[in-house]
């Protein structure tokens, strides 16, 4: 895809970045949610685990006439119901733990989001030399639209992952493409929050969002990856992805459209 090399390119020039120009303490602040999000996120995958897969495997359950038949039929499809309940059980639980996996990222998004909003804006301000008054009325302003795309994205993520889930359900061969889409949407929604940031201060309305990071794709994509990547190293993954992804994402549009860097 066009662009995905220039995307790569600045999200991992963010992190020297940040250290070379007096952002080093924007890393800190996502580690005080690591703690909370980690056990929550645990126990919630165990609750929901165990109260969906009972009613799950009863419903796909073949019907035995009598347990203790003599006949191979019954017996094969009394083992057949016994392995499709642990089955049922480890599939929802790697569908439950994705999905609320890709909540939790979103989660910090939002939370994050007067942070990353204020990281992207120091950024291009050390890029461009444009400077942009401190507002607390505009960073909230900012930080509110970062929130509410980082929701909407996260419901569409979430709408398209259990879609994807339910096929491979009942399609369970299907699983490896699967698991390439479910990485491939998140990298997209991901990419597209990042980027929000630098066109809400173009001033552009979300429609026009969407159109401008479906015009560059590929610098969306790779910024997406990285992060979602990086995101899965518990702890470091979340100190480092949110920041160097927004901050990223200033550096891949400033570099696209030709901008001087002042101290990057």
């Known amino acids: 895809m066009r662009d995905f090399g220039l995307g790569l390119n600045g999200f991992f020039s963010a992190f020297s970045f940040c250290f070379r120009n007096g952002l080093w303490w ?20 165990e609750a929901l685990t165990e109260a969906a897969s009972a009613q799950v495997a009863a419903w796909l359950e073949l019907p035995v006439a009598d347990a203790a038949s003599d006949d ?12 499709r309940e642990t089955v ?19 989660i910090v998004l939002v939370v994050l989001s ?8 120091l950024a291009e301000e050390k890029i461009t030399g444009e400077q942009f008054p401190f507002s607390w009325r505009q960073l909230m302003k900012d930080a509110l639209r970062g929130a509410l795309i980082a929701a909407r994205n996260g419901f569409l993520e979430l709408a398209c992952s259990i879609v994807i889930w339910l096929l491979t359900l009942f399609v369970p061969f299907i699983s490896p493409i699967s698991f390439v889409l479910l990485f491939l949407v998140s990298a997209y929604f991901y990419g597209f929050s990042m980027f929000d940031y630098v066109f809400e201060r173009r001033r552009m309305r979300i429609g026009e ?11 969306v994509m790779a910024n997406g990856m990285c992060f979602s990547l990086l995101m899965k190293i518990p702890l470091i993954g979340l100190m480092l992805a949110p920041v160097m992804a927004s901050v990223g994402a200033v550096i891949t549009m400033t570099r696209k459209e030709g901008t001087q860097v002042v101290k990057a």
């Open 209 to 219: 969002t969407a159109r401008a990071v479906n015009s560059q794709l590929g610098a």
């Open 114 to 121: 007067p942070l990353l909003a204020y990281a992207s804006e």
């Open 88 to 106: 049922v059980r480890w599939i929802l639980r790697i569908a439950i733990a994705y999905l609320l996996f890709v909540a939790n990222k979103y």
């Open 72 to 83: 191979w039929w019954e017996n094969v499809k009394s083992a057949i119901n016994g392995a």
């Open 26 to 45: 924007a890393y800190l602040v996502p580690a005080v949610l690591w703690v909370g999000l980690f056990f929550g996120l645990f126990h919630a995958t």
